[in-house]
């Protein structure tokens, strides 16, 4: 059974940093494309950034490149999103995805 556990969310002033972390299990974490999506109050679900498996291409949206860096440490078969220059406007929920199956999502807010 595929399972995706994310965390790291919280409360973080606008400039701050937080990092996330998706744990996953019930599949071959290490061959497996992974990808970060947020969904802030109100809006649809959009895609933040992507990783290949061995983590030789990496992905952003627009609206967090050069801020935010997508990792993974397969041994752990964990992901990670170190979030830099935070926004308001980054506020949202972050999920974790992997093919069509979805964590249950972290809370981010930005807000002083």
């Known amino acids: 059974q595929v399972q995706l556990v994310e965390s790291g969310g919280g409360l973080v002033q606008p400039g701050g940093s937080l990092r996330l972390s998706c744990f996953a299990s019930?599949?071959?974490?290490?061959?497996?494309?992974m990808s970060w999506y947020r969904q802030a109050p109100g809006k649809e679900r959009e895609f933040v950034a992507l990783?290949?498996?061995?983590?030789?291409?990496?992905n952003y949206a627009s609206s967090v490149k050069g801020r935010f860096t997508i990792s993974r440490d397969n041994d752990k078969n964990t992901m990670y999103l170190q979030m830099n220059s935070l926004k308001p406007e980054d506020t949202a929920v972050y999920y974790c995805?992997?093919?069509?199956?979805w964590g249950q999502g972290t809370l981010v807010t930005v807000s002083s």
């Open positions: 995805r992997y093919q069509d199956v």
């Open positions: 019930g599949f071959t974490f290490s061959r497996s494309a």
């Open positions: 990783i290949s498996s061995a983590s030789f291409l990496t």
